[in-house]
């Protein structure tokens, strides 16, 4: 990144102070791979990051994690909780000041459903409304159960009752898009990005920044600000100094530099928030030696997560499960894996491979995009080699082509950190562990697992007995190491005092209400 974001980003800088435009940086990418909200390219934090600034859906989840109206101004649920009628917003508009109707939420979803987004999340996030998979499939043309009734309404049918829908629908994969601008310009439509949301796409400028605009017609408010400028920037530490020398305004949205926490953590621009946020390890089930549970476990069993917590400057809390503290259901009774070098080495032996020998090589793939990746890579070795005997090779690989590596599951054993879309259990454990499901990159299979979690899906958000149902699912696949848990994290963001209202909560970065930001 030394050229976009050398002297001449640090120079142009200087004199920006009061001209109205937040300069914010996205860690952990040279440019974004889409921004069109159904592509599978596009569900990465880095490009769910600016897609959350442009576009919306018919809900969304305020700053206090409630669900709110959007395009939508109210709803109402029938037929025994599978029928959700929404009424629009009147005199809503596209950020180019195109009117939406009903018309234009159904052409959205049946887009997301489409074939040409097969590979994506609608099918993951919104599969039980009838008849989406059958589009996906090419088994029908238009979703079944997503019908408009007039211009201002718009019906969605569940084929069961789903706790969650109402915070599936506020995720990036149900956002409204323009369908006269996709049909006018083609695949680079996102180029001329407009949606509901507060700022429109002025310029992408591909490898270096994207700069947005406000939208004039954004229900909640035209924006104070006079744009956004989001930079890409590959390293943590490259956007930390852009911070330091007032080039960028926020930094660490997406990543902070651990080795930098002493320098600011008495600072007023830094802000720390526990997240709903796991970083683990996913064991690709597919190959040997990890399709062996022992193995799992052993592997588990023979680090110390406390002194993985102590590398990164203790940003990290040593996680115990797969539930995030501060996450509805959340168990802190639960039994992990601790730190145990004689059990683990009892496993391996038990596996058929005692002291490591005759055990396949082992790679522990990491992802390019975390500038702490060789960090916990090398701890993770040298606790492997001390404990099991074992060694094990840490490539680091480019973040595009590690995510497409995980979706293929060609891997071993990886790296994944997985922040909540929104706050409750089954976005952790039903939509990456169910049998089959989009995100179980390491094909964990348990029918136990799979009865009791579908069977929380569809009860009232709030039970008990549904949070009961989840705690048990989850130390099944804790005991099974379905996930080998590393750490809960926490959302570290610098943001500079100059800068008014932006906060960081338990889902990272946020605005109560764009329209009333400002900076300077």
Same mark, same amino acid.
């Not at 660490?252 to 530099?257: E, K, L």
């Not at 979706?407 to 990886?414: D, K, S, V």
């Not at 130390?475 to 080998?484: E, G, L, R, Y």
């Given at each position: 990144?030394?050229?976009?974001?050398?002297?001449?980003?640090?120079?142009?800088?200087?004199?920006?102070?009061?001209?109205?435009?937040?300069?914010?940086?996205?860690?952990?990418?040279?440019?974004?791979?889409?921004?069109?909200?159904?592509?599978?390219?596009?569900?990465?934090? %880095?490009?769910?990051?600016?897609?959350?600034?442009?576009?919306?859906?018919?809900?969304?989840?305020?700053?206090? *994690?409630?669900?709110?109206?959007?395009?939508?101004?109210?709803?109402?649920?029938?037929?025994?909780?599978?029928?959700? &009628?929404?009424?629009?917003?009147?005199?809503?508009?596209?950020?180019?000041?195109?009117?939406?109707?009903?018309?234009?939420?159904?052409?959205?979803?049946?887009?997301?459903?489409?074939?040409?987004?097969?590979?994506?999340?609608?099918?993951?996030?919104?599969?039980?409304?009838?008849?989406?998979?059958?589009?996906?499939?090419?088994?029908?043309? &238009?979703?079944?159960?997503?019908?408009?009734?007039?211009?201002?309404?718009?019906?969605? &049918?569940?084929?069961?009752?789903?706790?969650?829908?109402?915070? %599936?629908?506020?995720?990036?994969?149900?956002?409204?898009?323009?369908?006269?601008?996709?049909?006018?310009?083609?695949?680079?439509?996102?180029?001329?990005?407009?949606?509901?949301?507060?700022?429109?796409?002025?310029?992408?400028?591909?490898?270096?920044?994207?700069?947005?605009?406000?939208?004039?017609?954004?229900?909640?408010?035209?924006?104070? *600000?006079?744009?956004?400028?989001?930079?890409?920037?590959?390293?943590?530490?490259?956007?930390?100094?852009?911070?330091?020398?007032?080039?960028?305004?926020?930094?660490?949205?997406?990543?902070?530099?651990?080795?930098?926490?002493?320098?600011?953590?008495?600072?007023?621009?830094?802000?720390?928030?526990?997240?709903?946020?796991?970083?683990?390890?996913?064991?690709?089930?597919?190959?040997?030696?990890?399709?062996?549970?022992?193995?799992?476990?052993?592997?588990?069993?023979?680090?110390?997560?406390?002194?993985?917590?102590?590398?990164?400057?203790?940003?990290?809390?040593?996680?115990?499960?797969?539930?995030?503290?501060?996450?509805?259901?959340?168990?802190?009774?639960?039994?992990?894996?601790?730190?145990?070098?004689?059990?683990?080495?009892?496993?391996?032996?038990?596996?058929?491979?005692?002291?490591?020998?005759?055990?396949?090589?082992?790679?522990?793939?990491?992802?390019?995009?975390?500038?702490?990746?060789?960090?916990?890579?090398?701890?993770?070795?040298?606790?492997?080699?001390?404990?099991?005997?074992?060694?094990?090779?840490?490539?680091?690989?480019?973040?595009?082509?590690?995510?497409?590596?995980?979706?293929?599951?060609?891997?071993?054993?990886?790296?994944?950190?997985?922040?909540?879309?929104?706050?409750?259990?089954?976005?952790?454990?039903?939509? %990456?562990? %169910?049998?089959?499901?989009?995100?179980?990159?390491?094909?964990?299979?348990?029918?136990?697992?799979?009865?009791?979690?579908?069977?929380?899906?569809?009860?009232?958000?709030?039970?008990?007995?549904?949070?009961?149902?989840?705690?048990?699912?989850?130390?099944?696949?804790?005991?099974?190491?379905?996930?080998?848990?590393?750490?809960?994290?926490?959302?570290?963001?610098?943001?500079?005092?100059?800068?008014?209202? *932006?906060?960081?909560?338990?889902?990272?970065?946020?605005?109560?209400?764009?329209?009333?930001?400002?900076?300077?």
């Amino acid at each position: 990144m030394a050229g976009p974001h050398g002297v001449g980003g640090v120079h142009a800088a200087t004199g920006h102070a009061s001209d109205g435009i937040l300069r914010m940086s996205d860690e952990g990418e040279n440019d974004l791979p889409s921004i069109d909200p159904p592509s599978p390219n596009a569900g990465d934090a %880095q490009s769910n990051l600016v897609e959350g600034l442009i576009f919306g859906g018919l809900v969304r989840i305020d700053d206090k *994690l409630h669900i709110q109206p959007n395009a939508a101004s109210s709803w109402q649920i029938s037929n025994g909780g599978k029928t959700y &009628t929404f009424t629009l917003r009147k005199g809503l508009k596209f950020g180019d000041g195109t009117p939406i109707s009903a018309d234009d939420v159904v052409w959205s979803f049946n887009r997301a459903f489409s074939p040409d987004f097969a590979s994506g999340a609608a099918d993951y996030y919104l599969g039980h409304i009838v008849g989406g998979s059958d589009v996906t499939n090419k088994k029908a043309k &238009t979703v079944k159960g997503i019908k408009a009734i007039g211009s201002d309404k718009v019906q969605i &049918t569940l084929d069961q009752p789903e706790a969650v829908i109402l915070y %599936q629908l506020a995720y990036s994969v149900a956002d409204i898009v323009p369908r006269h601008l996709i049909e006018k310009y083609g695949k680079t439509w996102t180029e001329h990005a407009v949606g509901i949301g507060p700022f429109t796409v002025k310029q992408w400028k591909h490898g270096q920044e994207i700069d947005l605009a406000p939208n004039p017609y954004y229900w909640r408010g035209q924006p104070k *600000l006079k744009g956004v400028i989001v930079e890409f920037v590959q390293s943590a530490d490259t956007a930390y100094n852009l911070y330091r020398t007032k080039a960028v305004d926020v930094m660490g949205a997406i990543h902070f530099p651990n080795n930098r926490l002493g320098e600011v953590k008495s600072t007023p621009d830094f802000h720390e928030v526990a997240q709903l946020f796991t970083e683990y390890l996913t064991p690709n089930e597919h190959k040997a030696p990890f399709n062996n549970v022992l193995v799992r476990r052993a592997f588990s069993y023979a680090f110390d997560r406390a002194a993985l917590a102590r590398v990164l400057n203790n940003r990290v809390l040593p996680a115990s499960g797969i539930l995030p503290p501060g996450m509805p259901g959340f168990n802190p009774q639960l039994k992990g894996q601790v730190f145990n070098p004689t059990l683990a080495k009892q496993l391996l032996a038990q596996a058929g491979y005692p002291g490591g020998k005759g055990l396949p090589k082992i790679t522990l793939s990491v992802d390019g995009g975390d500038s702490d990746g060789p960090t916990k890579a090398n701890l993770l070795r040298e606790y492997w080699k001390q404990v099991l005997g074992v060694d094990v090779s840490t490539p680091t690989i480019e973040h595009g082509a590690y995510n497409d590596a995980l979706t293929a599951r060609n891997y071993q054993i990886a790296f994944i950190a997985w922040g909540a879309d929104y706050p409750d259990p089954q976005n952790f454990l039903s939509l %990456q562990l %169910q049998s089959g499901t989009g995100n179980n990159n390491g094909d964990y299979r348990n029918p136990t697992f799979d009865r009791l979690t579908m069977q929380a899906d569809i009860m009232p958000v709030n039970s008990r007995e549904r949070y009961e149902l989840y705690r048990k699912a989850e130390q099944i696949a804790v005991n099974d190491a379905a996930w080998i848990v590393l750490d809960w994290a926490k959302a570290d963001v610098l943001i500079r005092p100059s800068v008014h209202g *932006l906060i960081v909560n338990a889902l990272g970065l946020t605005a109560p209400n764009w329209a009333t930001v400002t900076v300077g």
